[in-house]
T-cell receptor, first 115, second 111 residues
Framework: DSGVTQTPKHLITATGQRVTLRCSPR?????VYWYQQSLDQGLQFLIQ???????AKGNILERFSAQQFPDLHSELNLSSLELGDSALYFC??????????????FGPGTRLTVL | AQSVTQLGSHVSVSEGALVLLRCNYS??????LFWYVQYPNQGLQLLLK??????LVKGINGFEAEFKKSETSFHLTKPSAHMSDAAEYFC?????????FGSGTRLSIRP
């Protein structure tokens, strides 16, 4: 158990809909990262937040957005969903902001299926 | 720019045999390198990381990796495979702004 929690575990929805994925980082961790894992794209970094502020952006679509709240939990919002958005979405957390040596601790993931 | 290449999307070894998973990286600055393991239906878990201290890094579950700057490699090894090692393994390179993961290598263990 990494200490990172993600809800829900599974999500099934239809094209065009909007969903919200939730992540609670490990106690004491200030950074939260979001990743998308799919068979064709592999593991893709989406976005990082540190202590409530956006820190780094990866391959995140404009239809996707995220935020980190004062209690440090984070939400990833996916809108206008397409079939290709079906994937595993992972959240990870780490202690620091820019320390490249930081270990990231991954949650169990949310499996999103868009029908 | 950084990149990481894992050679072989699928590696199969017999139980008790040597495990060798290959990773080559490209980085314009001294890299931090990681190996993560993903068991079925689970998130990624850190196996080991290189942070410019010793070039031979020992990790959990008997795995180790050697940083070779001249070869830009960070291959993962384990002397004797166990059935429980069957999983997907990801090499990653990190800089101040983000971490980049390789495409993964699925390790299968034959009885």
């Amino acid at each position: 158990d990494s200490g990172v929690t993600q809800t829900p575990k599974h999500l099934i929805t239809a094209t065009g809909q909007r969903v919200t994925l939730r992540c609670s980082p490990r106690s004491g961790d200030l950074s939260v990262y979001w990743y998308q894992q799919s068979l064709d794209q592999g593991l893709q970094f989406l976005i990082q937040y540190y202590n409530g502020e956006e820190r780094a952006k990866g391959n995140i679509l404009e239809r996707f957005s995220a935020q980190q709240f004062p209690d440090l939990h984070s939400e990833l919002n996916l809108s206008s969903l397409e079939l290709g958005d079906s994937a595993l979405y992972f959240c990870a957390s780490s202690v620091g902001r820019t320390d490249a040596a930081d270990t990231q601790y991954f949650g169990p993931g949310t499996r999103l299926t868009v029908l | 720019a950084q990149s990481v290449t894992q050679l072989g999307s699928h590696v199969s070894v017999s139980e008790g045999a040597l495990v060798l998973l290959r990773c080559n990286y490209s980085s314009s600055v001294p890299p931090y390198l990681f190996w993560y393991v993903q068991y079925p239906n689970q998130g990624l878990q850190l196996l080991l990381k290189y942070t410019s201290a010793a070039t031979l890094v020992k990790g959990i579950n008997g795995f180790e990796a050697e940083f070779k700057k001249s070869e830009t490699s960070f291959h993962l090894t384990k002397p004797s495979a166990h059935m429980s090692d069957a999983a997907e393994y990801f090499c990653a390179v990190s800089s101040a702004s983000k971490i980049i993961f390789g495409s993964g290598t699925r390790l299968s263990i034959r009885p």
